[in-house]
């Protein structure tokens, strides 16, 4: 028998190895990329003598595995170096930008559940009914739609001809909440909208398996009304299976935003994360990169932590 | 309620299921008209697709949504059933009429425990709720009855912490946590060992008697019935072909069909014609196997924690060989190893100890024929599959693609012929077969690849008493003429009294008696063997 505690140490320490590995992936992918940093920081022009006096005051001279282990651990402080393009820590930069991503993400999220949830549970409930036909042609082509064509589309509807939410003005949540808020609402709905689509998909589609269960027939056996049946046996087991396609949709969403930033100008960890390649910023870009895949790895832990307390099969083995 | 001779009266009922394309198709149930008496316990027998589980859910109201029921009445207790409004037929299930079901593992939500299921029988009949603790009194008193000795902490239990027969003892006392005047049971004993069935059985009956309850008892097997039910309806083809009290159905069947049903249950080998093939120890046997140690796998924490944890271990130095020719019976209950020790024989779980196989081929096929083929696919597919992962492919012959493809199919022709499947069923799918036939296209899978030896995993546990002797008859005939050796897992000792002739009991693990069949059987040397003897003789009177 596995105890509880037991359950959450292993998997932390599985997400503790998978998060070296990953930094240590991110480190390598950088050492190997040809060009060296400090001859395309310093230009063309400079001399032999001073690139080299440069490399020594970054460190780029010591061994790769004494920069790897400095790299960590400062990653662990939050303080991966000084952006060469800003002349600004990376940790500040990021912490600048994260708002917007984060605000993004999180929002497109909660349209996520509170539109493909119900509409899934009503379209379940008769499969095959013209309502649910027309749900899933609809869901068919949201999900066909790439985020960038979406936001496009939205700018045009919503910005040009309705004029109802301005496009392209940003404001900080220190400022203004509701204001942040509501210019986040557009390119939120953008990266949602495919996400809704699959999600839907995917709990109707369980939740129908769910329902033809032989512990439903028990239920109903036991004298259940329909309604409760639903809430309390269908819907809990079919969450079960859809705490990690949730989690994939997050982390999906996560990337969906960064490029829909670009689309509505907004200054997100996207834009960071293009402006800090195209000017071979590897501090910034290997601090950016990292950062996003450990709140993806993070996802992924959460999403097991939560289907384990969700799934006494998993809890008590 | 006012006492009924007859507290069901079932008034020539017919039902079908219409569709769009055919509105009036064959009935599923034809006229079938019949009365359950106050307190008697009445058998429905008939094979799968006889029209006995659609009897009792109409009973009970829970019929499909695209069943239709075009005449006919059922009265229960002198209400008219049908003539009621859904909701008060709803609250009639659970209060008035208790049901059991075939398939005890899935029947339970996994994800809540079974005191909080059986709460909900309670919660949903408003008028027998009473407060929490009165609530948690009656269930705890409810698990009592129904055997659990340790009935509290059973409450705080999720199913999967429960063996299969503690499941179907907490689902019978769900059905009857409100006494429930009928209780019906659509096979409660057909996924379980014979230990547990018979005393799954003893509870019902004690039940009956002392909750005061109507049974009406479905089953396939005829001969379970014995003992049990006080009266037997034999259903065929949607009608209710013969009726009669259980000892005169069993002893003197005057039905053809019933009689037929009678010799499938108990395998009679003379008039079956199951002639296994004679074997010659002295030859080096197809299969050997020894000190075999396997167990299920610990997450990568358990292992760093405790590095010599050896009791997760299921099978300990199980040692055995098949000999070519040979029938080779493995029995034990549930949870003995069985399933272990093939899933280690045929290479699918990691084990220590060697195997060693005089062949180039095994063939197995396991329990459940339905999830065991694709069902994307036709039968010829998974036919030319298999042969294609024989390796005895035909391409590397000579001669055009348009012959070799011609002589695959007559491949695949004559081995579906061999196995009773005409050419017909090559296009057809696997949701389009019955059990039965599903099973034999699992065996002609393995015989197309031409092993020496398959090992059969409970093949008949999910099929009537029709199919299962069709089966076997099938499989000695493969035994006797393509002299292919079977180690054939089962926990009916029946079955393997009939055609092994040589026999190993698995206990915990072990193995606890082997030897000659009859020797084995006619005296029993472990507790283990005893026991299911006891349990067989009790449940078919053999």
Known sequence: MQSKAGYLIGKTVELILTLLVVSLLVFAAFSIIPGDTARVMLGPDASESQVELLRAEMGLDKPLATRYLTWLASLITFDPGKSYAYNVSVGELIAQRLPVTIGMSVIAMIMVIIISYPLAVLSARKPGRLGDQVCSVIGHVLFAIPPYVASLLLILLAGSIFSLLTVGNYVRPSDDFAGYIACLLLPSFAVALPKIAMSFKFLRSSIIEQKTADYVRTSKSHGLSDLKILIRHVLPNSNVSSITIISIILSDILGGSLIVEQVFNLPGLGRLLLSAISRRDFPLLSGIVFYLAFVTVLLYFISDIASSLADPRIRLK | ?542
């Open chain 2, 1 to 542: 309620m006012p006492r009924h001779i007859h507290i069901v009266k079932v008034h020539h009922l017919t039902l079908s299921f219409p569709t769009r394309k055919d509105p009036n198709p064959k009935p599923v149930l034809d006229d079938v008209d019949f009365g359950i008496r106050d307190g008697e316990i009445l058998g429905l027998i008939g094979n799968s697709g006889s029209g006995k589980t659609m009897t009792s859910l109409a009973i009970a109201g829970l019929l499909p949504e695209s069943a239709r029921i075009t005449s006919g009445s059922i009265k229960f207790a002198g209400n008219d059933l049908l003539e009621m409004a859904p909701k008060e037929r709803r609250a009639m299930l659970g209060r008035d009429i208790g049901m059991i079901f075939q398939e005890p593992s899935t029947a339970l939500d996994p994800l809540m425990t079974c005191g909080k299921q059986l709460d909900e029988v309670l919660t949903a009949h408003k008028d027998k709720a009473g407060t929490p603790e009165e609530r948690h009194k009656a269930i705890v008193e409810m698990l009592g009855t129904v055997g659990f000795t340790n009935a509290e902490e059973i409450c705080g239990r999720y199913p999967h912490q429960l063996s299969g027969g503690q499941r179907q003892r907490v689902l019978i006392a769900g059905a009857a946590l409100l006494k429930p005047r009928l209780l019906i049971c659509d096979e409660p004993t057909s996924s379980l060992d014979t230990v547990t069935t018979v005393s799954i059985l003893a509870l019902l009956k004690d039940l009956c008697h002392k909750l005061h309850m109507t049974i009406l008892f479905i089953s396939h097997d005829l001969s379970a019935v014995r003992g049990f039910c006080d009266r037997v309806m034999v259903m065929k083809d949607g009608k209710i072909i013969d009726r009669d009290t259980a000892s005169d159905i069993l002893t003197n069947p005057r039905n053809s069909y019933t009689a037929e049903l009678l010799t499938n249950s108990r395998l009679d080998t003379r008039i079956l014609g199951l002639e296994p093939a004679t074997v010659d120890y002295s030859r080096s046997p197809v299969l050997t196997a020894k000190d075999i140690t396997a167990g299920y796998g610990r997450s990568l924490f358990e292992r760093v924690k405790n590095k010599k944890q050896t009791d997760t271990n299921v099978l300990h130095n199980v040692s055995l060989e098949v000999f070519p020719n040979e029938i080779l019976g493995l029995i034990g209950g549930s949870g003995s190893g069985k399933t272990t020790l093939i899933r280690s024989l045929l290479g699918l779980l990691p084990h220590s100890g060697t195997v060693n196989i005089k062949s180039s081929s095994i063939g197995a096929i396991f329990q459940d024929p339905v999830s065991c083929l694709n069902p994307a696919h036709t039968i010829r597919w998974h036919m030319s599959e298999a042969l294609k992962a024989s390796g005895r492919q035909l391409s590397s012959e000579p001669g055009s693609r348009a012959e070799r493809r011609s002589r695959e199919l007559a491949r695949i022709t004559a081995v579906l012929e061999e196995c009773g499947l005409g050419a017909g069923y090559l296009s057809r799918r696997p949701n389009e077969l019955s059990g039965g036939q599903r099973q034999r296209v699992a065996i002609a899978m393995c015989l197309i690849q031409e092993p020496a030896l398959i090992i059969a995993d409970e093949p008949f546990s999910s099929l009537d008493a029709s199919s299962s002797a069709e089966l076997l008859k099938l499989m000695t005939d493969i035994n006797r003429e393509r002299h292919t050796a079977f180690l054939l897992i089962t926990h009916n000792i029946h079955i393997v009294r009939q055609i092994a002739p040589r026999l190993i009991v698995l206990h915990n693990g072990e193995i606890c008696e082997e030897g000659p069949t009859r020797e084995v059987l006619g005296n029993p040397k472990s507790e283990s063997t005893a026991r299911l003897l006891e349990a067989e003789r009790s449940l078919h009177g053999l």
